[in-house]
């Protein structure tokens, strides 16, 4: 995977301009939609039982995200899941929190149930927590990353069959088979709220264009970390706040060139997966 395919894909987003449905969580909602249409994207945030498939099966990918949990719009997430999947449209699930609550683990798993999804992205509490594994999650946060996010990636994907993305200080992307590591990014996304889940929408945005979806969650990785990158470098000499709007700015103004030249990223080998 050359960085030419990376920046090619960025070129497809915009160009194509892919309808992401969006049943996300009340505090990102209006973050997520400006962040997609920054980017080139066009968002949907349709939460109704009565419409859900019928959006989703408009849409060019679906995004379920469970930070603001209740039970009708777990329903709603349950009906559009299966709809998108009738049409063989991506699912994207960001399982805000799980670990954090008995409820939110537990809706978590019945989303991966009842639904096929394409691609679960989340930080490594979360997608250990779905899996069964052990570790600490702090509220929504991360809490201990100490743990080997590699192998617990590729363990997760194995086990949920669908691509799984672990993002931290470096993000990990992996069928299970096939695994790289994206290494651009910046501190100061952990000081925005919603950056994680407006990630997730990104990689929808990607996804609804590209049908290879380990290619499609690495160029979103890439793009966004660059993104990321240029807003932090621009409002050095500010704060969080200048941050998240600069970055909405660098999601439309990425070029596929800069792609090209800026991200950082690997395949990892059999030696670097302690396999």
């Known amino acids: 995977m050359d960085k030419k395919v990376l920046s090619e894909t960025l070129q497809k987003v915009r160009e194509v301009n892919p309808l992401v449905h969006n049943i996300t969580n009340v505090v990102v909602t209006n973050f997520t939609a400006n962040g997609l249409l920054a980017l080139g994207a066009s968002p949907v945030m349709a939460?109704?039982?009565?419409?859900?498939?019928?959006?989703?099966?408009?849409?060019?990918?679906?995004?379920?995200?469970?930070?603001?949990?209740?039970?009708?719009?777990?329903?709603?997430?349950?009906?559009?899941?299966?709809?998108?999947?009738?049409?063989?449209?991506?699912?994207?699930?960001?399982?805000?929190?799980?670990?954090?609550?008995?409820?939110?683990?537990?809706?978590?798993?019945?989303?991966?149930?009842?639904?096929?999804v394409s691609i679960v992205r989340g930080n490594a509490a979360e997608i250990a927590n779905i899996v069964g594994e052990n570790w600490k999650i702090k509220g929504v946060d991360a809490g201990d990353t100490s743990g080997d996010v590699v192998n617990l990636a590729i363990k997760a994907a194995q086990i949920l069959n669908c691509v799984v993305v672990i993002t931290g200080?470096?993000?990990?992307?992996?069928?299970?088979?096939?695994?790289?590591l994206v290494s651009n990014g910046h501190q100061l996304l952990t000081k925005v709220t919603g950056a994680g889940c407006l990630l997730t929408s990104v990689i929808g945005a990607f996804a609804g264009v590209e049908k290879d979806l380990l290619l499609a969650s690495t160029a979103a990785l890439a793009f966004y970390g660059i993104a990321a990158e240029k807003a932090a470098n621009i409002t050095a000499k500010h704060g969080p706040g200048s941050f998240q709007i600069e970055l909405i700015n660098q999601l439309?103004?990425?070029?596929?060139?800069?792609?090209?030249?800026?991200?950082?990223?690997?395949?990892?080998?059999?030696?670097?997966?302690?396999?």
């Not at 995004?63 to 999947?85: C, D, H, R, Y």
């Not at 060139?257 to 990223?265: D, R």
């Open 47 to 116: 939460y109704a039982a009565e419409e859900v498939k019928e959006m989703a099966q408009l849409a060019s990918s679906l995004v379920l995200n469970i930070g603001t949990l209740n039970p009708q719009t777990v329903e709603s997430m349950i009906l559009a899941g299966k709809a998108a999947n009738e049409k063989e449209i991506p699912v994207l699930f960001d399982p805000v929190g799980a670990g954090a609550t008995n409820y939110r683990t537990a809706t978590a798993r019945k989303i991966m149930n009842e639904v096929k």
């Open 169 to 180: 200080k470096d993000d990990v992307i992996t069928d299970g088979t096939t695994t790289f």
């Open 252 to 275: 439309a103004m990425v070029t596929p060139e800069e792609i090209t030249q800026l991200a950082v990223y690997e395949k990892l080998q059999g030696a670097e997966l302690n396999v």
